[in-house]
């Protein structure tokens, strides 16, 4: 078992990554013959992610440990890494091209209430309660890194890309306050701890984590195990503080030491972690936990450390993002070059998009204006400001998303007086992540319409495989998607295009934005010639009937837009009407008004309808 980050066997993993090889992998009855380390993808705006908790997904081999599958679990419920592999067909059928993992590494074994895997206690191996055989796992830590090994060249066969997600701003809980427990009130200045031994129970004599407690005690790589190396003031800011009972690491800490050669000893060891993390599994990106909260020089260390690391070993677009839980001003700290930082560093690729996560649910629910998504995409235009060098490119910047296990509720929710009320804003919030700006990432069990919601965190944290029929790949909401999916994989204005919002009008001459809840949202995605415009209804019971407005040069030879996609029935084609006999009135994205003859589509939508329509060249 590997204990040291400067452990040789480390730097041999390191090393054989450098020359590439290629192995044979049996899909489906035929071999497939592939380069490992596995090519990244050209354009990660081409690779649509399915986000598993890992924990709550599959198991072939027993039911969910809690019953019924879809209580609040806060303990194990035995999702392995041979129940994803045995379900990779169903997600690429569903149309992903790469899966997001939860994290894989070994949380603190004495810990049952870490099944989502962010307390962290052995940063150079994966947790063995993932494995088909814990136990096994356990006393050979090998067996569970061949299954994750086999998950990963089984997915790489298919053509899908895997995605780590990973932690640098803390550990698991790996040690006790003195008087306190494993929570303490934040402080200034550092308390005294007592590390924890293997079953868990903190030692009073080990107030400093000894270099010879067992691997399943304190802390490894053995690098990490120096008190300086953790906040050790309790909880508050989470900045500066423990995240709950998670041990939150000094990333900043320096000193110029011979034995570990680093001015920042800390950020050496993580970066070194996460390189072997690389070289030994393949993986093909990093989503980077709580990136808000580790220091933004570092996060430039980190992600072009990585980036150059990948590059070594022929991973030419390894895929960086980061969970920044903010706003524009601060995202746009973390992501891409910061043309306001004097650094040569560039930054992590990507953040998932919260700002379009605290607007858009709302808006295609119908409960907030169609205006405020304008407003925030506005705001993001001035705030990437010297970050991203046209319009089309802002979606190589953001993983976009409508829910995830981190929030009290998912997007789907099912009245329990009438079911399946609420059913086609499903197809509408999905149609809307898949055409905005973006790499649109899809929650798991959202396919199979799982409606969790309460007071914690858990419930939307389902053990999907204990639904019946749980991965029916003909429910109405997997067909959906997929053939969402499918549409955006077909169209490059819908993964490259520019993005413009688009005025519609009741009357035929007076536009503007929807201003209204339960309004029309209607943009386009525009490349090259090419013009495809997506209009949703956000009312849950009002018909609509009205013009959008469509690009009047682009379209001066166009005489019809064809449906790509509509969740009702509806034309297959719509004709383009020039209005050059009157002057329409158009109140523009910024409040300005213009006058003018213009080209629209005219449409009647239903309740919670959405049409996606491409003008034919």
């Known amino acids: 078992m590997l204990s040291s980050v400067k452990d040789p066997l480390i730097q041999v993993c390191l090393d054989q990554a450098t020359k590439p090889h290629q192995i044979s992998v049996e899909v489906d009855g035929r071999t497939v013959t592939m380069r490992k380390p596995f090519p990244s993808p050209d354009d990660w705006r081409d690779i649509p992610i399915y986000f598993v908790l890992i924990d709550r997904f599959n198991n072939p081999v027993a039911m969910p440990a809690s019953s019924p599958w879809n209580a609040p679990a806060t303990v194990f419920q035995g999702g392995t890494f041979e129940g994803i592999r045995q379900r990779l067909d169903y997600i690429k059928e569903l149309g992903f091209r790469a899966i997001w993992l939860s994290p894989i590494l070994k949380n603190c074994m004495y810990n049952p209430y870490s099944y989502h895997g962010y307390g962290i206690q052995n940063f150079l191996t994966v947790d063995p309660r993932f494995s088909s055989n814990p136990t096994r796992a356990r006393k050979d830590p090998r067996f569970a890194e061949l299954e994750l090994e086999r998950l990963i060249n089984d997915a790489h066969a298919r053509g899908l890309y895997v995605i780590f997600d990973i932690v640098l701003n803390h550990t698991g809980d790996v040690f006790e306050y003195t008087g306190f427990g494993s929570t303490a009130p934040w402080v200034r200045e550092p308390y005294r701890v007592a590390w924890r031994d293997a079953n868990g129970s903190p030692r009073s004599d080990w107030p400093e984590p000894p270099l010879d407690a067992p691997p399943e005690a304190a802390i490894l790589p053995l690098e990490l195990r120096r008190n300086e190396f953790f906040r050790r003031r309790g909880q508050g800011d989470e900045a500066n503080g423990d995240f709950s009972s998670l041990k939150e690491l000094v990333t900043e800490y320096y000193e ?362």
């Open 256 to 617: 110029n030491d011979p034995v570990y050669g680093a001015a920042f000893p800390v950020r050496e060891i993580l970066i070194k972690t996460y390189q072997y993390l690389l070289a030994r599994f393949d993986p093909d990106g990093y989503r980077i936990d709580t990136l808000k909260y580790v220091e933004p020089d570092f996060a430039l260390e980190f992600g072009n450390d990585i980036r150059e690391y990948a590059l070594s070993i022929g991973k030419k677009n390894f895929f960086t993002f980061g969970e920044v839980y903010d706003n524009e001003d601060m995202i746009s700290r973390y992501i891409g070059r910061n043309a306001s930082e004097c650094s040569d560093l560039i930054g992590v690729d990507a953040a998932l998009d919260f700002p379009l996560f605290f607007r858009l649910p709302d808006v295609v629910k119908g409960q907030l204006p169609p205006t405020k998504l304008v407003e925030m995409y506005s705001y993001r235009h001035k705030a990437q400001r010297g970050i991203i060098s046209s319009q089309g490119e802002a979606s190589n910047f953001f993983v976009t998303f409508l829910d995830n296990h981190d929030q009290y509720h998912r997007f789907y929710f099912s009245d329990p007086q009438n079911p399946h009320r609420y059913d086609d804003q499903m197809a509408l919030g999905i149609g809307c992540l898949f055409t905005l700006l973006g790499i649109p990432c899809l929650y798991y069990g959202t396919e199979q319409g799982l409606s969790g919601s309460g007071k914690q965190l858990e419930s939307v944290r389902e053990a999907l495989w204990g639904k019946p029929d749980a991965f029916n790949e003909k429910h109405p909401f997997y067909q959906a998607i997929k053939k969402i999916a499918a549409v955006r994989a077909a169209q490059p204005a819908l993964r490259y295009g520019r993005q413009y919002f688009r005025p519609v009008s009741g009357d035929g001459v007076h536009f503007g934005i929807s201003r209204n809840v339960e309004g029309i949202l209607a943009y386009s995605r525009l490349l090259s010639d090419e013009e495809i415009v997506i209009v949703a209804n956000t009312s849950v019971s009002a018909d609509w009937e009205g013009d959008v407005l469509i690009d009047y040069d682009l379209n001066a030879r166009t005489r019809f837009y064809d449906l790509l996609y509509c969740n009702h029935e509806t034309l297959k084609e719509v004709a383009v009407l020039d209005k050059t006999n009157r002057k329409a009135v158009v109140q523009l994205e910024d409040g300005s008004m213009n006058s003018g003859p213009v080209r629209v589509i005219h449409l009647k939508m239903k309740p919670m309808e959405i049409q996606i329509l491409r003008n034919r060249i």
